[in-house]
């Protein structure tokens, strides 16, 4: 099919494809009958509903890696796997985990800025990096220095000033039941804060914005996106090339499109230099051979004996890649 076709036809193809969200779910229709405050007070539900959740995560991993198989919206699908080792975030609520899951795929061609500002906002990342525990009286760094150093601007281009000062911006977050984001308007922060050498009563939004407006922060971006679909040695020339292309609006998909249209993207140097994670190389066998597991529980088995379970990075730093999956 693809050989008659030039190199932009099969780009824009592949771009075309990916165009819609399509959301991954399972059925959590159990999950809105659910009382937490109940809950509270009663172990044994409070047992059953932790332990159905864990089945919940194991059927929506598996519903993961078959839409992975997919050939239709595959960028879309490849860049989901990206961000999630990006914006990485763990989260035992089986239906929280979906939503963020999907919020990541939403934005996954989108808007750098619209996708950092969505997940800040996600019930599982105010989980996962305390933001709930942030609030005026005493603030909650976790959050506004892994937003800075594994998010946006890397380690070293912040400083320890700048991450209270982003701090108080994030207090008082928190989120609904349903998972809805909401600001406690008591918890929070209204003061002015001086961030980046500007001082204003900044809001979560406007501190990304400011991180935004830093170059280092598209660099940063550049770098993770050169390394995980170009080569794990980045050429410094073709960073700068990206990196100015990307900090004019934060395009994803202008940014993709540009890799796949650059001629040194097809160079011998970037062919074969990169080692799949244990998730790409389940998904490839799949679509190879083809193969079908009769027990779909073997897949959960395969990855954790290749060290990479869907929704269970083992850490906020996420997974290494590279000669780490070499073991």
């Given at each position: 099919e693809l050989a008659d076709k030039s190199r932009e036809e099969v780009v824009n193809d592949l771009i075309y494809q990916s165009r819609r969200s399509e959301a991954?779910?399972?059925d959590?229709?159990?999950?809105?009958?659910?009382?937490?405050?109940?809950?509270?007070?009663?172990?044994?539900?409070?047992?059953?509903?932790?332990q159905d959740s864990g089945k919940k995560l194991k059927e929506l991993n598996i519903a993961w890696i078959n839409r992975l198989l997919k050939p239709k919206g595959l960028l879309r699908e490849k860049m989901t796997l990206f961000w999630a080792n990006h914006f990485v975030c763990r989260d035992?609520?089986?239906?929280?985990?979906?939503?963020?899951?999907?919020?990541?795929?939403?934005?996954?061609?989108?808007?750098?800025?619209?996708?950092?500002?969505?997940?800040?906002?996600e019930a599982s990342m105010i989980k996962y990096l305390?933001?709930?525990?942030?609030?005026?009286?005493?603030p909650n760094e976790n959050f506004a220095r892994e937003l800075m150093e594994l998010f946006t601007l890397g380690n070293h281009n912040y400083t320890e000033q700048d991450i209270k000062e982003?701090?108080?911006?994030?207090?008082?977050?928190?989120?609904?039941?349903?998972?809805d984001f909401f600001l406690r308007k008591n918890k929070h922060d209204y003061g002015d804060k001086t961030f980046f050498g500007k001082t204003g009563d900044f809001n979560g939004d406007d501190i990304i914005d400011i991180i935004l407006d830093q170059k280092q922060c598209a660099r940063f971006v550049c770098s993770k996106i050169y390394k995980y679909f170009v080569n794990p040695e980045i050429d410094n020339q073709r960073l700068e090339e990206l990196t100015t292309i990307f900090y004019k609006d934060y395009d994803i998909k202008n940014l993709m499109q540009h890799i796949f249209d650059?001629?040194?993207?097809?160079e011998d140097t970037n062919?074969?230099?990169?080692?799949?994670?244990?998730?790409?190389?389940?998904?490839?066998?799949?679509?190879?051979?083809?193969?079908?597991?009769?027990?779909r529980k073997q897949l959960i088995y395969l990855q954790k004996m290749m060290g990479q379970i869907l929704f269970y990075p083992p850490n906020v730093a996420g997974w290494k890649g590279d000669k780490n999956w070499i073991d």
């Amino acid at each position: 099919e693809l050989a008659d076709k030039s190199r932009e036809e099969v780009v824009n193809d592949l771009i075309y494809q990916s165009r819609r969200s399509e959301a991954l779910e399972i059925d959590h229709s159990d999950y809105e009958d659910i009382d937490p405050m109940a809950l509270m007070g009663d172990k044994a539900a409070l047992k059953k509903a932790i332990q159905d959740s864990g089945k919940k995560l194991k059927e929506l991993n598996i519903a993961w890696i078959n839409r992975l198989l997919k050939p239709k919206g595959l960028l879309r699908e490849k860049m989901t796997l990206f961000w999630a080792n990006h914006f990485v975030c763990r989260d035992n609520n089986s239906y929280l985990s979906q939503h963020y899951n999907n919020t990541l795929r939403t934005h996954a061609l989108g808007s750098f800025r619209s996708l950092t500002k969505a997940v800040s906002k996600e019930a599982s990342m105010i989980k996962y990096l305390n933001l709930k525990q942030n609030i005026r009286q005493h603030p909650n760094e976790n959050f506004a220095r892994e937003l800075m150093e594994l998010f946006t601007l890397g380690n070293h281009n912040y400083t320890e000033q700048d991450i209270k000062e982003a701090a108080r911006a994030f207090t008082g977050w928190s989120f609904k039941v349903n998972g809805d984001f909401f600001l406690r308007k008591n918890k929070h922060d209204y003061g002015d804060k001086t961030f980046f050498g500007k001082t204003g009563d900044f809001n979560g939004d406007d501190i990304i914005d400011i991180i935004l407006d830093q170059k280092q922060c598209a660099r940063f971006v550049c770098s993770k996106i050169y390394k995980y679909f170009v080569n794990p040695e980045i050429d410094n020339q073709r960073l700068e090339e990206l990196t100015t292309i990307f900090y004019k609006d934060y395009d994803i998909k202008n940014l993709m499109q540009h890799i796949f249209d650059s001629d040194w993207f097809y160079e011998d140097t970037n062919i074969g230099v990169k080692i799949k994670s244990p998730i790409e190389l389940l998904v490839g066998i799949q679509r190879t051979v083809p193969v079908e597991f009769e027990k779909r529980k073997q897949l959960i088995y395969l990855q954790k004996m290749m060290g990479q379970i869907l929704f269970y990075p083992p850490n906020v730093a996420g997974w290494k890649g590279d000669k780490n999956w070499i073991d």
